[in-house]
């Protein structure tokens, strides 16, 4: 089992940075892919960015590719999600996501793929 905890949400301008973590326990966090979603209310969680286990490759959203980075370091079971360049729109709740993709995947991109998940961390950009 796995336990997810975000952090580093906030409130920030409208081309500003925020840098969010999220801390897994657990000796297994580098058998797990990884990845970041994020939801507003009366919307679908949305797929944002997704990494392998041991973080070689990456996979983004259209809309945050070139702003958003997710990395992950195994030796403190932490990924992160760094946001630049931040819009009104990217306000919503941003959550973490643990899950083994299927053999010849190297993650996952859809919500119902992932198997543990963290509480979520509120992002709120100022216009």
């Known amino acids: 089992q796995v336990q997810l905890v975000e952090s580093g949400g906030g409130l920030v301008q409208a081309g500003g940075s925020l840098r969010l973590s999220c801390a897994a326990s657990?000796?297994?966090?580098?058998?797990?892919?990884m990845g970041w979603f994020r939801q507003t209310p009366g919307k679908e969680r949305e797929f944002l960015a997704a990494?392998?286990?041991?973080?070689?490759?990456?996979y983004y959203l259209d809309s945050v590719k070139g702003r958003f980075t997710i990395s992950r370091d195994n030796a403190k079971n932490t990924v992160y999600l760094q946001m630049n360049s931040l819009k009104a729109e990217d306000t919503a709740v941003y959550y973490c996501a643990a899950g083994r993709p299927p053999p010849g995947k190297y993650y996952n991109t859809g919500a119902n793929e992932y198997d543990y998940w963290g509480q979520g961390t509120q992002v709120t950009v100022s216009s």
């Open positions: 657990g000796r297994t966090f580098g058998s797990y892919a």
């Open positions: 990494i392998s286990r041991l973080g070689g490759r990456t």
